[in-house]
């Protein structure tokens, strides 16, 4: 049997992390990954740090805490540039997951198919992470590397997740793809986050999930849209020459050919949502 460990302040979270431990968040992987054996390891449960939780604002943009829950952040009284982050959130799991599970320990998982991940990439988000020598930022981009591979270092542990405040006026969308409505794997996800400024799109960042080891953002297709109006032509401007970096995978959920075919309906309902 390893060790449990519940520090309330961080200085002692890290200072345990001197050693291997496993960090314990929500709970809503770790725990169905241990039914029917023996949790053997060392445990670091971060859910009694209070700094930890919460959602706070300035003028540069908005600081998420690690272990703000995706029912937390549904509640809050957020800007329409949230909209998509929060549609995102209410498709993690059921509402029993949604109260436990945490922001970062979705990044921190970092699952091909993790729902929170293209919308904070479409909203230029950036990861806060704090070691025993300091802090240091990455954007979500660079914290993410792989498929259930991220940047940490031992001894690391992500304690806030950054959103920059746009320039103009700025809404998001998220759409998703399953095999049935909720409670369900994606198949494919798109986020899109649009800036505007009177009637034409002025910043585009638009990102696709389940479709690489890595949700990817669509870089020639942001740069398309820049300029465009926002009417129902919009959807139009979308070729399938524009999810170039997606690399999808045959599995149980769905063939390379038809999540590629998904990822292009999506992208293209998600924006037409915007002109509606």
């Known amino acids: 049997m390893g060790a449990y460990l519940r520090p309330d302040r961080l200085e002692e979270a890290l200072a345990a992390l001197a050693r291997p431990h496993t960090v314990l968040a929500g709970g809503t992987d770790f725990y169905p990954a241990r039914v029917g054996r023996a949790i053997d390891e060392d445990v670091l449960d971060i859910g009694g740090i ?3 939780r919460g959602i ?20 809050a009284d ?14 993690v799991g059921g509402r029993q997951i949604q109260n436990s599970g945490t922001i970062a320990g979705n990044l921190c998982n970092a699952s091909p198919a993790a729902d929170g991940v293209p919308p904070l990439l479409a909203l230029d988000a950036s990861v ?19 498929n259930r591979r991220t940047a940490l270092a031992s001894g690391e542990l992500v304690i806030a997740v950054h959103v920059p405040k746009p320039t103009h006026d700025a809404r998001s969308a998220f759409l998703k793809l399953g095999a049935r409505r909720y409670l369900v794997i994606s198949i494919a996800m798109t986020a899109a986050t649009l800036e505007i400024e009177a009637g034409r799109i002025v910043g585009a960042r638009i990102a696709v999930g389940a479709c690489s080891a890595v949700a990817q953002r ?31 995978i045959d599995d149980v959920r769905g ?17 037409a949502g915007f002109a509606a």
């Open 78 to 91: 957020l800007p329409p540039l949230f909209d998509g982050l929060k549609q995102a959130a209410c498709e």
């Open 218 to 248: 669509l870089p020639a297709l942001e740069a398309a849209l820049v300029g465009a109006a926002l009417d129902r032509r919009l959807p139009e401007r979308v070729s399938r020459e524009h999810l170039a970096p997606l690399a999808p």
């Open 56 to 75: 706070a604002s300035d003028a540069r943009g908005w600081r998420i805490g690690a272990m703000t829950t995706w029912s937390e952040l549904i509640a």
């Open 128 to 146: 806060e992470i704090a070691g025993r020598a300091g802090s240091r930022y990455l954007p979500l981009d660079a914290f993410i590397v792989g």
């Open 50 to 52: 209070a700094a930890l």
């Open 255 to 271: 063939s390379a050919a038809y999540r590629l075919d998904a990822a292009v309906t999506l992208v293209r309902r998600v924006l």
